[in-house]
């Protein structure tokens, strides 16, 4: 079945019958039959799903059988954590070909938010109608198993901040045997990786909508070049670019609207880089040229140090022993939920439009959750990112001509100006 209807408790029922009836009259028993004629509202909610039965069913869904139960809600969260492993060796170390946890964030701080950055100190991470899930395989028959616990929400809006910044001389403690010392000044490359902590690996399903606004600055070769060095005149470029909407009120050629976004789907096991492949750059030459190069991005997660969740539908944590294919909270897809909330075309989403639609926004199930652990947020936001200290050194004519087309040139571990956020104050010691 579709869904179970929830009764009030006997006794809920008994009073409203009562009052339906003439007080000098016997209290008479109800049957179940007439139990379900009485309406009522119930703290908690059970559901349960089909693999099939709804749009979008596929291979990963189809198997099991989803078991739901939920509180009808609201829950605020605040917290912070120095560490979060979860998932660490098994088998996943051979599907990612290195040993390690499906989740491995240092110092996290779940708090309300400001816009698309993180909120005041102690703000309420805001959790609607939580739940948890359960995976069944053979359901109805002996062999009956859970393969798959599923913790979520209908819907989060907050900020997660993860990880540490360092500077000048700074040893990173956390981020050992991998350009663990900070370089100072250093705008690209391994250096910057040794400047950040955070964000080691994750496996899951991340939406984003992604937004830069950098200063490219390079000395372009017109002729020989032997290694680094420039046998020939060298022309500068300096010039401001963006990719993605801005906030109103930034510098860059961007606008704001959702034709401006860049929605970005990165799925993955442990995932431990964030790429984003032929990047269009609107850049403003001397203020009087718009002009579209393009760049592919590279980076360590370590430096990134936070994401918004605006009102972000079907973020969960599970772990299962096989992939599966979770139903989405309100059993419909994604496209069609900004249909009957009247924002497709408007939305900020991938899924409410036509020209970056994925074949996701057209199930009413998730992305499937690979073995393991995995965290699913398909609305996380990476907003109004700003870099100005991208130098690109001496580079070819050649390397300057493949500017102007897709995928462009490649920018490895770019220092992205990206803070943790403090979620402390007073006699709190976290940070």
Known sequence: MASATIYPSMFSAALLWLAAVNPAEALLEMDDTELRDIQGQGLFVADMIRGDELAGANDYSIPFNFYRIGMDGEMQMNLNMSKLQLGCGGVNDHLSGHAGCDIDIDYVSMMGRDGYQAGAPQSPMVLDRPYIELAIKNDGTPHREVVGI???????????????????????????????????????????????????????????????????????????TIGSTCLSVRIPLDAWGCTGRISPGLEGSCGSTQQDSVFVDIAGTRMQTLGLRSAELTIDLLGILDLDVFASLITDARSIHGLAFENTSDFFLSFQREPVSYPRYSKQSPRQDFIDAGTFGSAFDACATNSMATPRCNSSYAVPANTGWWMNAPSARLLDVRNDQLNLGNISLSQAISLLGAPGHLISNPEFQLHPSQNCYGSSTFC
């Open 150 to 224: 599923k913790i979520g929400a209908a819907m989060v809006d907050g900020f997660m901040s993860t990880g540490r910044r360092y500077y000048q001389g700074q040893l990173n403690e956390e981020n050992t045997g991998y350009a663990s010392q900070c370089t100072p000044g250093a705008s690209i490359g391994t250096g910057v990786v040794g400047c950040h902590s955070g964000l080691n690996s994750v496996s899951g399903f991340l939406g984003t909508d992604l937004s830069l606004t950098m200063r490219v600055r390079a000395a372009v070769c017109a002729g020989v």
